[in-house]
């Protein structure tokens, strides 16, 4: 059974979408069967990995409006066996609002994945930057939640908002749901404000907090303009070596090597 | 009659928060009387302007859903004369949802904004990194809409949704509404990838963007954390310098020195 997990946070810009992308792709590399659902209308993940949106012909549109089923719409991940992506487009944002009137609106993707999610190891879901239907549809699909936070000030001040929806999703949606771990993300080691921040999260999450911490690498922010995962763009930068460093902890902590 | 400017991009983490509190306060230390209103739930410009949102008693979610008025709930900030802000806190999230089958749900900002803009020089409204109806109603209320767009891959995907978006709601909502100006943010020139984004959007938006351009830098992101506008925090700073030359650039587009 594939372990699932939602790649949240609310707060804009903080690497939820290129920690779904190279997560996935430093774990497919290592042999593991890996799914990335885009779940943001921005359709990040999609074009991050190569994939023309204005040629995907259905997407998690259709899966959760039209019932179309999941494995229709997955793409393989032409430079990274094992690695597949669910896509999205604009058409997504249509989702949120006709999700609010639709019956059980909240376990659509829950459903959607059933059937497939024990074809893969993992299956990552990127979130838009928001608590609405589409992130909430993640939560309940996940057992875990991956919380990338940003070493900014900003960052620090939507935390414990995440924490209440996730409590209320587990309290009403997902008894499973929990925190699969908490990545630090654009740490730069030479401004205050980066250890500050950091040494703050670490005092929130005692325990979940993961030891690779992603640093600032630009790198990361050129690779999907090639449309391609930093390990295949610039295998041997600090950005690859770091998503590589996370997916041994992901794997260590999920009892596997 | 106050100019009345929303400052939206559905990506998140662009500078659209950092944008409406370094902007407004830097018209503000020019004499103008400047009100900023924060209509993200996460309520980052209002922690950014030092307000406490614990001891908020009323914020924008009052004059949204219990049509409390605006000038009851707005606050002076500290530590620049001429310089207001419309508070917000997560009840706002609430809000997204009660609109959806509110009447007149997209003109609530507009109306609520009527009484009190002839006592400013200019209104921003801060957005949240989404399209749904806290930005609809931004749009609805603003004449022009400011884009900051940081120099990333990334950024440029989302800039043809939301000029869709604009058009809509000038279509339908608000036929005055125009782009007040392209932001370009968080620039590195020594990366490729900041040039050729810069490039690209210039070709995209001949006219609109800003010849002010901001670059990275460190104070913007640690002025927050005190809980205030970057001309206070640290006046000498490029960060400073910079977000005034923006002002004096709006100020003579709005035909005015
Ligand atoms: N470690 C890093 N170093 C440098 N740039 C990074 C890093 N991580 C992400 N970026 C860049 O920062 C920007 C924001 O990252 P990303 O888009 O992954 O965040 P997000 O949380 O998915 O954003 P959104 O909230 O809009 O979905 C992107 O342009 C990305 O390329
Ligand atoms: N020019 C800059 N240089 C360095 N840091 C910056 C700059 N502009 C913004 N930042 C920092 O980058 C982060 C993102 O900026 P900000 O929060 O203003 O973006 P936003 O578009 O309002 O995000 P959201 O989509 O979550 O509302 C913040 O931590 C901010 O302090
Ligand atoms: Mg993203
Ligand atoms: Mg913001």
Redesign the interface.
Known sequence: MARIVAIAN?????GK?TTAVNLGASLALRGKKVLVVDMD????TT??FGINKRTAAMTMYEVLIEDVPLAEIVVPVAQVQELSVAPAT?DL?GA??EL?AAVSRETRLRRALQPVADAYDFVFIDC?????LLTVNALTAAQGVLVPI?C???AL??VS?LL?TIDMVRANLNPDLAIEGVLLTMF?GR???SI?VAEEVKRFFPTQVYRTVIPRN?RL??A??HGLPVAIYDPKSRGSEVYAELAEEVLARAGDE
């Open positions: 609310q707060k804009g810009g903080v979408t209308p921005q359709g990040n074009s991050g604009i944002a949120e609002v609010v838009p930057p928001s608590l609405g940003q900014e000030y900003y001040e939507g908002q209440r730069d401004t205050n404000l500050q630009v922010s050129e999907p303009s």
